[in-house]
């Protein structure tokens, strides 16, 4: 059982900057995958930036250019980086991995985007 805690929401005025992190309780080293997911109120639950076992990645059109995330497979933790964040980025944001074949969501955090 992997368990997972995301830090590093919090409220940012737009054009801000906030670093997520996911750490894991066991080794992410062979995680097929490591994503954020985020749902705002009244949303469904969308895939923000995904990191494979190999390096590649993913974004969703709508944080291209401005999110970037990371793995450090030392450290069992898996990063977004997010750059000129907009109100519309506001959203409960999870942390999603697939370790030998089972899923995993964290918790949750809090980002809110406002003036």
């Known amino acids: 059982q992997v368990q997972l805690v995301e830090s590093g929401g919090g409220l940012v005025q737009p054009g801000g900057s906030l670093r997520l992190s996911c750490a894991a309780s066991e080794s992410i080293s062979n995680a097929y995958t490591m994503d954020w997911y985020r749902q705002a109120p009244g949303k469904q639950r969308e895939l923000v930036a995904a990191?494979?076992?190999?390096?590649?990645?993913n974004y969703a059109d709508s944080v291209k250019g401005r999110f970037t995330i990371s793995r450090d497979n030392a450290k069992n933790t898996v990063f977004l980086q997010m750059n000129s964040l907009k109100p519309e980025d506001t959203a409960v944001y999870f942390c999603?991995?697939?370790?030998?074949?089972?899923?995993?969501w964290g918790q949750g955090t809090q980002v809110t985007v406002s003036s």
């Open positions: 990191i494979a076992s190999g390096g590649r990645r």
């Open positions: 999603y991995v697939v370790v030998s074949g089972v899923s995993y």
